[in-house]
């Protein structure tokens, strides 16, 4: 027995040191790793759910597409396929082909693009002995939506067509023009190129030349496209083909453009807008035209002179075209004849006055109207054509621009949303007010129903009631289109149903809804844990559907829409929910009943991270992401009940290769005693009793997001967990509850508390601890930096350091006023600037910049359309001036966050740098030291370290 019991030991001891091993053996996280992060994207299973498709691409490179047969778990792997889809007779999958990524990358060094860059390849799979069918030169494809058999792509201009091209415009000479006599005249401008029709079971095609734009009807019966003018023989038309007869069929010819072709449900009748006029016409004037099947004939149904369109109005080229599912409607945009201005050909262009002029009166401020003139350009107001009874309704007016039907376009009543007397209150009154009205379609008359409302009122989908949640009394209202009482639908039930976490100074908004049962009988409406059946016509109680499952268990429920088509929720439907928890961030998958009183049965829950459900449409096989902080969101597979769950997925396998760490739920209490949750990660190998350098990062609250998987990849302007935790870095997360009036003393009343209580347990060096945030965060940073000297170094992305200056501003990312941000949103100081100076004053960093004596690195953008770019600058002149060690990094031409992956991960290293010097006492490197002359800018990065270190610190016994 005493052998054994020592061979037990020998062995475990054994055990031990081989795990130690492995464990010693992972690498850490560098900046050079990001490239071998992989993602999943556009995973879609087949109708019958045989089949599963999906893609794992690079951050950067060429990706791989999947197809696995669910069958039998073959697996067919091919390069660089993307926006791949299966046909619904699960027979096909149709892809197109990237071009490789080096070879691209080689003819831009060489300054080739447009026409001479390789183009995508369009990909056809058979499932059932997965042979392919390669077409070269593909700009895209189109599957009918309902039916099968058929595939429709759009080819890019010949090589030979395009090399002739440019050899055309280098001849000249007596030879060329003689031709040209002789030859009618070509469209230069012309676009078009060939389309073909695939018949995907026989191989046979049909091709049709200078197409410029095509559709297919749902069930593929019918292709629609528009064909391009290539010279007076060969005229710009809309075409038909009908798959059945095998025929193609003329439309309409001989018109400059046409536009916005658009086919009813059955594909039997095209819609279209044409116009005569050349592009470059001051006013081009469109029809709306109609053609059908049956008749095979054009007609002309709106134009200017139409009975029913308002005057001075016209056809809009941009409002979108659609027909009723009856197919007896059809629906477009109008808008009223822009003035023409004559130009003034005696006035040089150099002559002509440049300016804004600004005015109280203006609805929208000039920054506003600037940002929305392509939109305002490109403006339609909604019409409707009653193809049965032969006449045209304007609905959407200037004074009431918004319309909403109900989901199938059949209804005899529409509503009207406008905040037109509202407007000149956006900017520092949210939300913002509006009016609604009733349209009846049949008898063209208008009826106001509300007044001032602060929701978003809709129709439901069959047309009986218009509903919305009002955020004025925190209830769900809705109200009969037939001419009925607004009702307040929650008002008495005693469940708050707006955020009861809303901690702004503005009216919180509400949870969601899950949408309508059949037949518009009930509305189902979100509290904070469950959800609630609404009878809207108000005669029937309230009834909690998940029997208040959710908040006994501290659950958060929400309704899983597993087929995307769907306009209501069946009245006998089984539910499928997803599960929150909110105490232990728990994630999973629950089902209930619409009609019977059971509780939400768990089918799935685990320490996870779930998302991305979906369904076979005509299987139970679904799809579902699952992942945590250590594993990456893959795709598995189930059945309905979740049983036999099977991973299909890997997409990274080589995080098992490096050092990964854990994260774990900590709670605190606030300096005012408020409970906090937030998120610790920890070093692999975490050793209680040594000291670790901690960073502390944060955003408002992240600590629901415990089991998200946080992929090594460059950053947009923040810390990367993942790499400084492998770098062994503890990162603190915590979550933060503000004080309306009190934002800056709010974040040091709940992080400060949350840090000192990691120091007291002695795994935290608290002489190495440092802060890193973006812009709202940034902006507390930059904040708390006047206030304590507890940190040794701090990165502020895009802070706002002088409230008084920033909240007269604009956002010019959206040319919206600042206002609303300070008084009523995140900013939450409650008030104007005149009402409340001093806690504007106060809540700015910048009138304490004396203060500050911890380091810090600003980035702060000079195209930074959130927080204006003079925000930074005022902060870092203070300090520069005040000799306080500052940096700031200004990428040009970029955005609040790093759009260009070059430059995040120029900025990931530089914060590495940066912190790595500071709380680890490695060499600063020369941007840092001596900086970097504009003169050697784009030739020299500074990004060697040569600079002293730091007081060189280990990590203590």
């Not at 009431?400 to 529409?414: E, F, I, N, Q, R």
């Not at 208040?548 to 929720?569: H, M, P, V």
Request: proline fraction near 5%; aromatic fraction near 10%; glycine fraction near 6%.
């Amino acid at each position: 027995m005493k052998k054994l019991l020592c061979l037990a030991v020998v062995f475990s001891a054994a055990l031990l040191q081989a795990e130690a091993q492995e464990q010693t053996a992972k690498k850490t996280l560098t900046h050079d790793v990001y490239d071998s992060w992989k993602g999943l994207a556009g995973d879609k299973i087949s109708n019958n759910g045989k089949y599963v498709l999906y893609n794992i691409d690079p951050q950067e490179g060429d990706g791989d597409l999947y197809i696995r047969n669910m069958v039998n778990n073959a697996i067919a792997k091919y390069n660089r396929g993307s926006k791949a889809s299966f046909t619904n007779d699960n027979e096909f999958a149709v892809f197109q082909i990237k071009p490789e990524h080096q070879k691209v990358r080689a003819l831009k060094l060489k300054k080739k693009k447009g026409d001479d860059l390789p183009k995508d390849s369009l990909a056809i799979v058979n499932l059932q002995d997965m042979s392919v069918v390669k077409v070269p030169r593909v700009k895209s494809y189109k599957l009918p939506k309902e039916g099968s058999g058929w595939v429709a792509y759009h080819l890019e201009k010949p090589l030979a067509e395009k090399k002739e091209d440019k050899k055309s415009d280098a001849v000249e000479g007596e030879k060329k023009a003689d031709a040209k006599k002789k030859s009618p005249k070509k469209n230069k401008d012309a676009k078009g190129t060939e389309l073909v029709l695939r018949n995907l079971r026989t191989g046979q095609e049909q091709r049709f030349s200078r197409v410029t734009d095509y559709i297919f009807s749902e069930q593929g019966n019918m292709l629609y496209f528009v064909k391009d003018e290539l010279d007076s023989l060969h005229r710009a038309g809309v075409f038909a083909f009908s798959t059945a007869e095998m025929k193609e069929m003329p439309i309409d010819t001989g018109r400059v453009t046409y536009k916005g072709i658009s086919a009813d449900k059955a594909g039997e009748q095209l819609a279209y807008v044409a116009s005569a006029d050349t592009v470059g016409a001051d006013i081009r004037y469109f029809s709306l035209n109609y053609w059908n099947t049956k008749t095979r004939r054009n007609q002309v149904l709106a134009d200017t002179l139409a009975k029913g369109m308002p005057q001075n109005w016209m056809v809009s080229e941009h409002g979108n075209l659609s027909f009723s599912e009856d197919g007896k409607r059809l629906f477009f945009g109008t808008f009223p004849r822009p003035v023409r201005y004559e130009k003034d050909t005696t006035q040089l262009e150099e002559d002509k006055v440049s300016l804004d002029i600004w005015t109280y009166k203006d609805p929208l401020i000039q920054p506003m109207q600037l940002k929305q003139n392509d939109r305002t350009l490109k403006r339609s107001f909604l019409a409707m054509y009653d193809l049965k009874n032969g006449s045209m309704q304007q609905l959407a007016t200037l004074e009431m621009p918004d319309v909403y039907l109900d989901a199938y376009k059949t209804g005899d009543v529409a509503l009207g949303v406008s905040d037109e007397k509202y407007k000149i209150t956006i900017g520092y009154d949210t939300p913002t007010r509006k009016d609604a009205y009733l349209i009846d379609l049949k008898k063209g008359t208008t009826k106001q129903i509300l007044t001032g409302t602060r929701g978003n009122p809709r129709v439901s989908p069959m047309g009986k009631y218009v509903y919305w949640y009002e955020p004025m009394d925190s209830s769900w209202h809705a109200m009969s289109t037939r001419g009925g009482d607004n009702i307040n639908l929650t008002k008495q039930i005693g469940v708050p149903f707006y955020e009861e976490f809303n901690d702004m100074p503005v009216l919180p908004d509400d949870y969601g809804l899950a949408g309508w049962v059949e037949n518009d009988a009930l509305l189902l409406v979100y509290d904070q844990h469950d959800i609630w059946k609404l009878d809207p016509a108000g005669k029937r109680a309230a009834v909690n559907l998940t029997d208040k499952y959710g908040r006994q268990n501290n659950l958060r429920l929400r309704y899983e829409k597993l087929d995307s088509e769907q306009k209501f929720i069946p009245a006998n439907a089984e539910l499928y929910l997803s599960g929150f928890n909110l105490s232990t961030k728990a994630d999973g998958y629950y089902k209930d009943y619409l009609n019977k009183e059971v509780k939400p049965e768990k089918l799935v829950s685990s320490d996870h991270a779930y998302s991305s459900l979906s369904k076979a449409k005509n299987s139970t096989l679904v799809t579902f992401r699952r992942g945590d902080y250590r594993n990456y969101n893959d795709l598995y597979a189930s059945s309905l009940s979740f049983a036999n769950v099977q991973q299909l997925t890997d997409a990274n396998p080589q995080a098992s290769e490096y050092k990964w760490g854990t994260v774990e739920l900590v709670e605190w209490k606030s300096t005012d005693g408020i409970p906090l949750q937030g998120l610790l990660y920890k070093p692999e190998n975490f050793d209680p009793t040594k000291k670790y350098p901690m960073m502390v990062y944060f955003y408002e609250r992240s600590s629901d997001r415990m089991h998200a998987h946080r992929t090594p990849a460059p950053s947009a302007s923040t810390i990367n967990i993942p790499l400084f935790v492998s770098n062994d870095y503890l990162v603190f997360v915590p979550d933060i509850v503000y004080q309306n009036g009190y934002p800056g003393e709010s974040a040091m009343d709940c992080i400060i508390p949350g840090v000192q209580m990691l120091v007291q347990q002695g795994f935290v060096d608290d002489k190495n601890m440092a802060l890193q945030g973006q812009s709202w965060g940034g902006y507390q940073i930059a904040y708390m930096v006047t206030r304590t000297n507890l940190f040794k170094a701090a990165m502020a992305g895009a802070p706002v350091s002088n409230m008084t200056s920033a909240y007269g501003g604009i956002r010019w990312g959206t040319g919206l006023s600042r206002q609303f941000q300070y008084e009523r949103t995140q900013s939450r100081i409650g008030g104007t600037l005149w009402e409340k100076p001093m806690q504007f004053i106060e809540n700015s960093p910048l009138f304490f910049a004396d203060r500050v004596q911890t380091p810090l690195l600003i980035m702060h953008n000079d195209n930074d359309g959130a927080v204006p770019w003079y925000q930074g600058i005022e902060y870092f002149m203070a300090l520069r001036r005040l000799n306080k060690p500052v940096w700031m990094l200004v990428y040009n031409g970029e955005e609040h966050n790093l759009m260009q992956r070059k430059n995040r991960k120029d900025l990931s290293m530089r914060m590495s740098q940066f912190f790595d010097h500071y709380l680890k006492g490695a060499p600063a490197p020369v941007w840092m030291e001596q900086g970097v002359p504009s003169v050697v800018k784009g030739k020299d990065y500074g990004l060697e370290l040569v600079g002293k270190p730091e007081v060189a610190r280990e990590l203590e016994d």
